[in-house]
Nanobody, 123 residues
Framework: QVQLVESGGGLVQPGDSLRLSCLASGRTFSNLVLAWFRQAPGNQREFVANVDQRGYKIEYADSVKGRFTISRDNGNKMLYLQMNNLNIEDTAVYYC????????????????WGQGTQVTVSS
């Protein structure tokens, strides 16, 4: 059983940076595909980025490509999302998620979720 806990959200201004972290518990972390999703008020949960078990295969949503970087530390059971040049449209609750087997972009495919961390970008 894996549990995920996000941290690092906050209130920032446009153009600022934030680093989100996701700490996992459980013994199978290195076997899991990990991802970040986000959900803004009134919107569906949307894919942000994913990373395979070894950190070699990474995908990004077009809206964050070039600004966000996903990474993982299997030894410390951590997942990260470095977010640079944030804009107002990035405001959302950010969730880390995990699944077995291959990386996908669909939230329906992920069966383990954290509680979320709020990111607010406002001038």
């Amino acid at each position: 059983q894996v549990q995920l806990v996000e941290s690092g959200g906050g209130l920032v201004q446009p153009g600022d940076s934030l680093r989100l972290s996701c700490l996992a518990s459980g013994r199978t972390f290195s076997n899991l595909v990990l991802a970040w999703f986000r959900q803004a008020p009134g919107n569906q949960r949307e894919f942000v980025a994913n990373v395979d078990q070894r950190g070699y295969k990474i995908e990004y949503a077009d809206s964050v490509k070039g600004r966000f970087t996903i990474s993982r530390d299997n030894g410390n059971k951590m997942l990260y999302l470095q977010m640079n040049n944030l804009n107002i449209e990035d405001t959302a609750v950010y969730y880390c998620a995990a699944r077995w087997f291959n990386p996908t972009r669909s939230s329906d495919d992920y069966d383990t979720w954290g509680q979320g961390t709020q990111v607010t970008v406002s001038s």
